[in-house]
């Protein structure tokens, strides 16, 4: 047992849910205090999420308390409230190793334990995996249980109501927890529903309810008036109505930090027939004060110590790229009415908060709704409106089918700007932004830019809101290099490149995005030409000929998967000229890239400056 763990009797004691179930229940309100105490330790040595694990402490303990974890299987929904979950399922000695390389994963992970059953990372996802796994084992008639928990933001997705309209059509044993923490329906909460709840979910009343069905099944009419009648009673306390509509029974809210109460009624609903919900209130932050009373800003948080109640300050230095957007959308509006900004639920990690605040009218917060939010800004577009979609690339990802048939296809004037273009670092896999120059620049009428530095971005951003077509700026996560922004905005020239670099050796290094600054370092020891392409779409054909008839080595350098990429497009824009030339493609792998911070990863993936030289000098010397 570590030293970090001696401190906690009870949870050394339940550090596997088989631990963890033969504890008496009244010792598990003392565990969740150890808990969520072990959590703020490591977190604050390993930096994390913080506020929806501290929230979710309760609900862990009782869902590996009422069901046989991992037979019955636990689907948790994006994963940022799962971090009680790893403690408890035989993590808890490496847990201030999260999200850091070769650590404990961020998210569940497959790969990882057992005991997490889907491999997840961004949200909506729990209910139609649920479902899948509710139909196999009803399949397999071993009486495996499945429980999906999923947050009241998460449930704004659309694919959860796809998922829940289909488990209440199919009629499959399953559980799903809304794990509420911002509807105003707190008031609700309260010695009054848990009893109701108990009550509602007991043999009792269940045994009623379906016998009295049964019994008024032969008459038709007087079956429908006590449908509504028990719907219409029920909906007087409960705001449950949507989900009886959608098939599912309903019980709540109950006080989620209420453990024997989640344990009492758990254990009642864990038998019961059909889809099931169960609402759990929360409070984001549970049991530290400075999460409770600021959980947006204990969302995620860096390492800190506990016993301050605050957040170390962060060094000033460079803007973020995402603060050179926010910046520039303030900008921009102050000299257009009809700028209209959408973000799927990402204001403050998209650099929205002070336009959201100045602009409100023009500010539109379209839930987490990818699909949604790109189609909303089609429509904006059709009635003359000039919109903006803040998104994340691998969020871009889910509205893809969108981009496509409801912008590009109709040649809208919308603006995509793409944050956490490339590598993110500690979240790993499921939110690298590796695919965003493959999988857009395929697509007809869209344009593709990548600025090299902040000032670029800024002008980038300006071009692509003047375009009268579809356009998209791809930038990474993380600070810009310290280049001075110019307040004036000056549309650039669409599909030209720019020559940064003249070198002597016949080397040449087309770099886009911010991978300037490493192909410039590089270039230093290797005497190369660097190009700074800047557009992905349309690339600079004249250019691209340029440099490959004027040099006998060639090297393309991105951060986004080399497959279908930027160095793709050169090498197709050589073949179609005629040109033929060695060329060396630096980029992502082809396999999906772990946690670690940036610049750990450009080193292991070898695309940071000594990587270009290292690659480049054997690369060559074998040609």
């Not at 709840?197 to 006590?226: C, D, H, Q």
């Not at 009218?361 to 990818?370: M, R």
């Not at 904006?380 to 979609?389: I, R």
């Not at 670690?596 to 993936?605: D, F, I, P, R, T």
Request: negative net charge.
């Amino acid at each position: 047992m570590s030293n970090a763990l001696s401190d906690f009797p009870l949870l050394s004691e339940a550090l596997t849910p088989e631990q963890l179930r033969k504890l008496p229940v009244q010792q598990l309100t003392p565990l969740a205090d150890e808990v969520r105490q072990f959590l703020l330790r490591s977190v604050g040595r390993s930096s994390g999420h913080l506020a929806s694990g501290l929230g979710t402490v309760e609900l862990t303990i009782a869902l590996h308390y009422v069901y046989n974890t991992p037979f019955d299987r636990l689907v948790w929904d994006v994963g940022h409230q799962a971090y009680p979950h790893k403690i408890l399922t035989g993590r808890a000695d490496k847990m201030h190793t999260i999200r850091q390389k070769d650590g404990v994963h961020p998210f569940p992970w497959r790969e990882e334990s057992e005991y997490d059953t889907f491999s997840v990372g961004h949200s909506s996802t729990s209910i139609s995996a649920a479902l899948g796994m509710a139909i196999a084992a009803d399949k397999e008639a071993l009486g495996r249980k499945v429980v999906a928990v999923i947050g009241d933001g998460a449930i704004t997705g659309g694919m959860a109501f796809e998922g829940m309209n289909h488990a209440g059509d199919i009629h499959k044993d399953m559980l799903v927890i809304i794990n509420d923490n911002e509807m105003s329906i707190s008031e609700n909460v309260g010695a009054l529903n848990n009893h109701m709840a108990r009550i509602m979910s007991g043999s009792l009343y269940t045994t009623i309810r379906e016998g009295g069905k049964k019994v008024l099944s032969t008459m038709p009419p007087i079956k429908e008036l006590a449908r509504r009648a028990e719907e219409h009673l029920k909906g007087m306390v409960v705001p449950g109505t949507l989900f009886e509509e959608l098939g599912f029974n309903y019980i709540g809210p109950i006080d989620g930090h209420d453990v024997d109460g989640l344990v009492s009624t758990l254990s009642n609903m864990r038998n019961l027939k059909g889809p099931q919900i169960l609402h759990i209130m929360t409070k984001k932050g549970k049991g530290y004060s400075p999460a409770e009373q600021d959980p947006i800003s204990y969302h995620g948080v860096p390492k800190f110590d506990p016993e301050l109640s605050k957040l170390p300050k962060s060094k000033p230095g460079h803007p973020t790229f995402s603060k050179v957007f926010g910046d520039w959308l303030c900008d921009m509006a102050e000299q257009d009415s009809d700028l209209v900004a959408i973000t799927p639920a990402m204001r403050e990690g998209s650099g929205m908060v002070e336009f959201s605040q100045r602009f409100p009218e023009q500010y539109f917060d379209a839930a987490i709704a990818e699909q949604h939010a790109v189609t909303l800004a089609a429509g904006f577009a059709c009635e003359k409106l000039n919109p903006v979609v803040a998104i994340y690339s691998t969020f871009l990802q889910r509205g893809y089918d969108q981009l496509i048939h409801d912008v590009c296809i109709m040649d809208l004037p919308v603006l995509f700007a793409i944050d956490r273009g490339g590598l993110v670092g500690a979240d790993g896999q499921t939110h690298q932004g590796a695919f965003d120059m493959s999988f857009l620049r395929c697509i007809p009428n869209l344009t593709l830019m990548a600025p090299a530095d902040e000032n670029e971005c800024r002008q980038m951003l300006y071009t692509g809101h003047k375009m009268q077509s579809p356009a998209a700026v791809r930038y990474p996560r993380g600070n810009g290099m310290g280049t001075p922004l110019q307040a004036q905005m000056t549309a650039m020239e669409i599909g030209k490149a720019e020559i940064r670099r003249q070198g002597q050796s016949g080397l040449a290094i087309f770099s886009f995005g911010t991978m300037l600054a490493y192909a410039l370092e590089a270039a230093e020891q290797l005497d190369a030409t660097v190009v700074n392409m800047r557009f992905i779409k349309p690339l600079d054909e004249a250019m691209v000929k340029q440099i490959a008839e004027s040099h006998s080595q060639l090297i393309t350098l991105e951060e986004n998967a080399i497959m279908g990429g930027a160095g793709t497009a050169v090498i197709e824009s050589m073949m179609a000229q005629g040109v033929a030339k060695p060329v060396l493609q630096l980029g992502l792998p082809d396999r999906f890239i772990e946690q670690g911070s940036q610049e750990e990863m450009h080193a292991v993936l070898e695309i940071d400056a000594a990587g270009i030289v290292k690659r480049a000098t054997e690369f060559f010397k074998q040609s």
